[in-house]
């Protein structure tokens, strides 16, 4: 019986030896990118993570960014939320709204008080009015992005234009175009489709013309001669046949192949334009300068695009969750992340760092500084990531086609706002 007792009582001590020390909290997260230098440095963030937090144990499954929308509207219905996922910058207003979302500020200052930082004042200054809504933070940022000005500086030359001058303005980008136009090349890839590189690249006008979208009386802010004097800038381009003459139905992926097969002068795109023609081993590399946004007569805007973490209010998993957000998006971990899956990251300390100071990364993180949201100066709106989509391009596309004057599509594009806006 005491050999018995001996032996039930050793197992039971062997067994706590072996067992897990702590119970394993699992913290479901959804990643949108699909692309696998992205999985794999997310896969090398999460090892890093548990290793450092053994109790905790994150689950990425990976939703392809053209299912986010329905994914999370579906399982915000129907049950199924993950704990953590990312989210399109401007669509974190939609969940916020919807209560779907949990405040990050217990979380910021925790994160503060243990690692001496001031995670509110080290977010890009246009990411503000994406995240920091109703006076708290719904999302802590990943990635930034925005455009810059590329240009050939030999086919300035050619043109009798000086490469050490690329135009500094909307006004002087259109006169540019046209006189880059020449043997087969065109001025400027300037979308004027239904896509999101038209908004992209249209929003640089509109705000550096001191247009808004939203009035201050909450609706529509484009009935303006602001507005309608950057419209008739930007389409001007196409109507003087110094860009594609498919430019109504091109994608920005078409411009920017383009550019790259050498078919177009300028460009306004992203960092990883750059990176694509040094893969590329591109004939033209050494002669592509690189410069800001034109400005427009009140200011230089660029596009601010990007994406954050959010904590999904169904979690029941808040705490352990927040941890992973906190370790992701800030410190050795952000910049690992941001270096190996090659962006920008939402960490303005970071980004002022290595690799980000090697050419072409400054002069984009000193765009970032003027990068605006699409609603600037207000903060986004549920409604926004449907107005990103189906009203301002309409526009553009209709004037540069001849089917509406500047008036008429303007008219047509704040009854579309409104109607939005109004539900």
């Given at each position: 019986m005491r050999i018995k007792t001996l032996l039930a009582a050793t197992t039971i001590a062997a067994g706590l030896l072996s067992g897990p020390a702590l119970a394993e909290t699992t913290v479901n997260f959804w990643q949108f990118s699909t692309r696998d230098a992205d999985i794999a440095a997310w896969n090398e963030a999460i090892a890093a993570f548990e290793k450092a937090n053994p109790d905790i144990k994150v689950n990425m499954e990976i939703v392809p960014w053209s299912e986010q929308q329905q994914r999370l509207v579906s399982a915000l219905s129907a049950g199924g939320l993950p704990d953590v996922s990312m989210l399109g910058n401007n669509v974190v207003a939609q969940f916020q709204s919807a209560g779907a979302l949990a405040p990050l500020d217990d979380y910021f200052a925790a994160y503060d008080k243990e690692h001496g930082t001031n995670v509110a004042e080290d977010i890009w200054p246009g990411d503000k009015g994406y995240y920091n809504l109703a006076g708290k933070w719904w999302a802590s940022p990943i990635s930034v992005e925005t455009r810059a000005l590329y240009y050939r500086k030999d086919l300035f030359k050619d043109a009798g234009l000086a490469p050490a001058k690329p135009p500094q303005t909307w006004a002087d980008f259109a006169t540019d175009a046209v006189k880059l136009t020449k043997d087969g090349t065109y001025g400027a890839a300037l979308s004027m489709s239904l896509d999101y590189f038209t908004v992209q690249n249209f929003m640089s006008a509109y705000l550096g013309y001191g247009a808004?979208?939203?009035?201050?009386?909450?609706?529509?802010?484009?009935?303006?001669?602001?507005?309608?004097?950057?419209?008739?800038?930007?389409?001007?381009?196409?109507?003087?046949?110094?860009?594609?003459?498919?430019?109504?139905?091109?994608?920005?992926?078409?411009?920017?192949?383009?550019?790259?097969?050498?078919?177009?002068?300028?460009?306004?795109?992203?960092?990883?334009?750059?990176?694509?023609?040094?893969?590329?081993?591109?004939?033209?590399?050494?002669?592509?300068?690189?410069?800001?946004?034109?400005?427009?007569?009140?200011?230089?805007?660029?596009?601010?695009?990007?994406?954050p973490l959010v904590l999904w209010d169904a979690s029941e998993n808040k705490e352990a969750t927040a941890k992973w957000i906190m370790f992701a998006t800030h410190g050795d971990a952000l910049k690992t992340l941001a270096t190996n899956g090659g962006f920008i990251p939402g960490s303005v300390s970071l980004a002022k760092g290595a690799p980000w100071t090697e050419f072409p990364y400054p002069l984009f993180v000193e765009q970032l500084q003027d990068a605006r949201p699409y609603q600037y100066p207000n903060e986004a709106i549920p409604q926004m990531g449907q107005l990103e989509v189906d009203t301002i391009q309409k526009a553009v596309q209709a004037v540069a086609l001849g089917q509406q004057t500047t008036d008429q599509a303007t008219a047509q594009l704040c009854t579309s706002i409104n109607e939005v806006l109004a539900r």
């Open positions: 808004r979208m939203i009035g201050e009386d909450g609706k529509c802010g484009f009935e303006t001669p602001e507005f309608k004097e950057a419209l008739d800038t930007y389409v001007s381009v196409y109507k003087n046949k110094a860009t594609h003459p498919d430019a109504p139905s091109m994608s920005g992926d078409t411009f920017r192949k383009g550019f790259r097969d050498g078919k177009f002068a300028m460009i306004l795109s992203d960092a990883g334009l750059y990176k694509d023609l040094q893969n590329d081993k591109s004939a033209f590399l050494d002669e592509v300068g690189i410069a800001m946004v034109p400005a427009g007569p009140k200011n230089r805007s660029g596009f601010l695009g990007g994406w």
